[in-house]
């Protein structure tokens, strides 16, 4: 057997597309478009570029670009300030502070202040409370994309067990609350997990995100499993996932590429977070309905 391989290129465009002609639709009503704000402070070549490529991502499908850059010497104090400002804008739909911010600076806390209707990355403290409690809210971008390919090949959640290798709060944490809310049986492992093979080899759905080079091989697959691969490691070999991608194809049922898979999901959740903020901001009391 030789596992599918699933196209994250493909659902990404396919995202992209629907958010494109629902930020047409939305603009026309309102008569204004979506606002991202994204808020660089310094000039970290890396950061840099993937703000650009959300920038460019947002001019693509019709986001007004609000973007704020600050100086590497920022105070906590002045970016504090400017999140605030675009917190009261009603230009911005939602804010996406980029990480890490330089040394000195609380990134944690500043992410923390951004208010958690326009909170597109779903990091903050309250939108956290609301995923784990099940309330509306926005939730954070790659577990999304991951959702997001699991549906769009069909892979059945309902009683299926899951196990998600990596506990961040970016990932492995979102990622299990909302594979719960679908009512997977969702085992989260880590790195004192004892036997991880065995754990992971019980999997319908396998998740791995722990950012280790293909720690996953084909022993913990289970035959026919999902395979996803969310990590992105830089090795002397060149880019690799997390998953031995050559070892574990043969037993998968489906399983996602490094790069092409989970990667291109990241930035058109983010556009589709953009979305729906402007939708609930829209609803709030005092403003008209869109």
């Given at each position: 057997?030789?596992?599918?391989?699933?196209?994250?290129?493909?659902?990404?465009?396919?995202?992209?597309?629907?958010?494109?002609?629902?930020?047409?639709?939305?603009?026309?009503?309102?008569?204004?478009?979506?606002?991202?704000?994204?808020?660089?402070?310094?000039?970290?070549?890396?950061?840099?570029?993937?703000?650009?490529?959300?920038?460019?991502?947002?001019?693509?499908?019709?986001?007004?670009?609000?973007?704020?850059?600050?100086?590497?010497?920022?105070?906590?104090?002045?970016?504090?300030?400017?999140?605030?400002?675009?917190?009261?804008?009603?230009?911005?739909?939602?804010?996406?502070?980029?990480?890490?911010?330089?040394?000195?600076?609380?990134?944690?806390?500043?992410?923390?202040?951004?208010?958690?209707?326009?909170?597109?990355?779903?990091?903050?403290?309250?939108?956290?409370?609301?995923?784990?409690?099940?309330?509306?809210?926005?939730?954070?971008?790659?577990?999304?994309?991951?959702?997001?390919?699991?549906?769009?090949?069909?892979?059945?959640?309902?009683?299926?067990?899951?196990?998600?290798?990596?506990?961040?709060?970016?990932?492995?944490?979102?990622l299990a609350a909302l594979l719960l809310q679908r009512s997977a049986t969702v085992t989260i492992c880590h790195s004192r997990t004892r036997d991880l093979a065995r754990v992971c080899a019980r999997a319908d759905v396998l998740v791995a995100a722990v950012g280790l080079p293909r720690?996953?091989?084909?022993?913990?697959?289970?035959?026919?499993?999902?395979?996803?691969?969310?990590?992105?490691?830089?090795?002397?070999?060149?880019?690799?996932?997390?998953?031995?991608?050559?070892?574990?194809?043969?037993?998968?049922?489906?399983?996602?590429?490094?790069?092409?898979?989970?990667?291109?999901?990241?930035?058109?959740?983010?556009?589709?977070?953009?979305?729906?903020?402007?939708?609930?901001?829209?609803?709030?009391?005092?403003?008209?309905?869109?």
């Amino acid at each position: 057997m030789s596992a599918t391989i699933i196209d994250g290129r493909a659902v990404a465009a396919r995202v992209r597309a629907d958010v494109r002609r629902e930020v047409a639709e939305l603009t026309e009503r309102a008569d204004e478009a979506p606002g991202l704000a994204t808020i660089l402070v310094g000039d970290d070549p890396a950061s840099a570029i993937y703000v650009a490529n959300k920038r460019k991502a947002c001019a693509e499908v019709g986001i007004a670009d609000q973007h704020r850059h600050l100086p590497t010497d920022a105070t906590q104090d002045e970016v504090a300030a400017v999140i605030d400002e675009c917190n009261g804008d009603p230009r911005v739909s939602g804010i996406l502070l980029q990480l890490p911010v330089p040394a000195g600076l609380d990134g944690a806390a500043l992410t923390g202040s951004i208010v958690p209707e326009k909170d597109v990355d779903g990091l903050t403290p309250i939108s956290a409370g609301r995923l784990a409690q099940g309330t509306p809210g926005l939730r954070p971008c790659t577990p999304l994309g991951v959702l997001e390919l699991l549906d769009s090949y069909d892979v059945p959640l309902e009683g299926a067990e899951a196990v998600v290798v990596g506990r961040s709060d970016l990932v492995g944490k979102p990622l299990a609350a909302l594979l719960l809310q679908r009512s997977a049986t969702v085992t989260i492992c880590h790195s004192r997990t004892r036997d991880l093979a065995r754990v992971c080899a019980r999997a319908d759905v396998l998740v791995a995100a722990v950012g280790l080079p293909r720690l996953i091989t084909g022993e913990h697959v289970k035959s026919g499993a999902a395979v996803i691969d969310v990590g992105m490691n830089r090795t002397p070999e060149g880019l690799s996932g997390d998953v031995d991608f050559e070892d574990t194809a043969p037993r998968a049922g489906l399983i996602t590429p490094v790069p092409g898979g989970v990667g291109p999901m990241t930035i058109a959740m983010l556009l589709r977070n953009t979305l729906t903020a402007a939708r609930m901001q829209a609803l709030a009391p005092g403003r008209s309905s869109l």
